[in-house]
């Protein structure tokens, strides 16, 4: 299995990055451990979007990790996936939006060129997943992935990947403790031990995931 790992963690403002720095390295060591060929990327590095494009039809897997800024994905990650995403374009990413000139009502979404990959996306929080499930409190109990990043996953879609479950990180500023990180480590590697362990995979093929969005 070959795994493109995506670090979004910009660097900016009060922001360093840190936490997902970390993150990214829990993944290689745990991919690595299973003996998964890896590549990575860090959008506040350069880069040529040309050569980001071949990471992406390169890999069986794409797994992004991002903070959420504002509601959104930093920008430096938008300028990644907007630049990289175009350079796919009729290059492994995507021929169009599917759709053709004698019937363009329907089909919309099914010119992707990346069929049989799949992605994961982690996100990091300050707001508590409190924030998510209770009554009344601010995101009215929608979940993190059929809000905020309902547009992320329908975005991977459209290239035609399927999608991994995710895992999303809560109260990382001002609940940051050791105690918090070491139980936040556990649960992900066991996350990861649960979609990605050899015993999972069926010659690259995931038998039991679906795609719900």
Not at 100 to 124: C, Q
Not at 125 to 145: I, K, Y
Not at 157 to 163: E, L
């Amino acid at each position: 299995m070959k795994i493109f790992i995506i670090n979004g963690g910009q660097q900016f403002a009060h922001s360093g990055g840190l936490f997902n720095n970390t993150l990214t390295e829990w993944t290689n060591t745990f991919f690595k451990k299973q003996g998964f060929e890896l590549r990575n990327t860090n959008i506040n590095n350069d880069f040529d979007a040309m050569a980001e494009a071949e990471n992406f039809k390169w890999a069986d897997i794409i797994i992004y990790h991002t903070p959420i800024w504002w509601f959104q994905v930093p920008n430096r990650m938008k300028k990644y996936i907007d630049e990289v995403f175009t350079a796919g374009h009729n290059n492994g990413i995507y021929s169009s939006d599917g759709r053709s000139r004698k019937n363009p009502s329907v089909n919309y979404g099914t010119g992707g060129l990346m069929h049989g990959k799949r992605y994961m996306v982690t996100t990091s929080w300050n707001a508590p997943d409190t924030a998510f499930t209770l009554p009344g409190e601010f995101f009215e109990q929608t979940s993190v992935d059929d809000g905020i990043l309902f547009g992320f996953h329908k975005m991977n879609k459209f290239t035609g990947m399927s999608r991994i479950p995710g895992f999303h990180f809560h109260d990382l500023e001002k609940n940051a403790t050791p105690e918090r990180l070491d139980n936040y480590h556990r649960t992900y590697l066991q996350h990861l031990e649960n979609n990605f362990a050899p015993e999972k995979l069926q010659i690259g093929v995931y038998t039991y995931v679906t795609d719900k969005i």
